[in-house]
């Protein structure tokens, strides 16, 4: 099937955004094994949990800590895995389809396939977006998963190349275009200020856990917008405009 501009667009998105995040799953491969897992561990772990953010906080929090840090790890884990969850109340209307369908979309609803998909103007970009960057991400991660835990020992210290910033680095990039709004720029200035601050004295994972919930309250109660109505709402995109005043007309009684 022939594919329209604003298809072949969330095509190219889904594979540009793909492959940029699978390249750091060989960080998170090298990272891994320096923690103490096994090759098929790391790699299990990536074909299973698949959420980047996830996987670097758990292995992140054992290598500081240890086996004691475990509980502290899946925690910490946990909380970051939240957002996946959020993310599906977002992308469900677009998956549509049988089961089966949506309960391969839950597996890989991730930050980058629910950025590119709701950043397309129809439906049937947004699931060509999905499921292209899906499933760049997927093979790609997994595949540099296994290339990260096998040259691990060869690098020897991740740190000494950087690695352990990368999966950093790449949330500031998704998370810098959407720093727009007071709200949003105090609830995360809020969460980082929190968590570099507990940082020397809390056991490793427990920042991160503190900081997500003052995240959550400051989100939750919303403090930070504009009495005025400053905050940037949902957009409506001209055709749905053009639609509803139509629609109007013809029930008034009137002509388009």
């Given at each position: ?9 969330a095509?190219r ?76 109340v ?6 549509g ?28 970009s ?58 949003t ?72």
């Amino acid at each position: 099937m022939k594919l329209n501009t604003a298809e072949r667009q969330a095509r190219r998105a889904g594979l540009a955004v793909g492959l940029a995040a699978a390249a750091y799953g060989v960080s998170y491969g090298a990272l891994a094994v320096a923690a103490g897992l096994d090759v098929w561990q790391t790699c299990v772990m990536s074909l299973l949990m698949f959420t980047g953010g996830s996987q670097f906080a758990l292995v992140g929090v054992i290598s500081t800590g240890g086996v004691a840090a475990g509980p502290a790890a899946i925690a910490s884990a946990a909380i970051l895995g939240i957002r996946n969850g959020i993310y599906g109340v977002r992308v469900s209307p677009i998956i549509g389809g049988r089961w089966w369908k949506r309960v391969a979309a839950a597996w890989v609803t991730i930050d980058e396939t629910t950025a590119v998909s709701t950043n397309q103007p129809d439906l049937r970009s947004q699931r060509i977006g999905f499921w292209t960057t899906a499933a760049c991400t997927f093979i790609g991660w997994n595949l540099t998963t296994l290339i990260g835990a096998l040259i691990g020992d060869a690098m020897g210290d991740p740190r000494q190349w950087g690695l352990d910033a990368a999966a950093a680095a790449a949330f500031v990039g998704l998370l810098w275009p959407r720093l727009k709004q007071r709200q949003t720029i105090a609830v995360a200035a809020a969460a980082a200020v929190i968590a570099l601050a507990l940082t020397p004295v809390l056991i490793p994972g427990l920042p991160v856990l503190v900081a997500g919930v003052a995240a959550i309250v400051i989100g939750g109660f919303n403090w930070f917008s504009s009495p005025d109505g400053d905050e940037a709402g949902p957009s409506v995109p001209v055709e749905a405009e053009e639609f509803v005043e139509t629609e109007t007309l013809e029930t008034e009684g009137g002509q388009p």
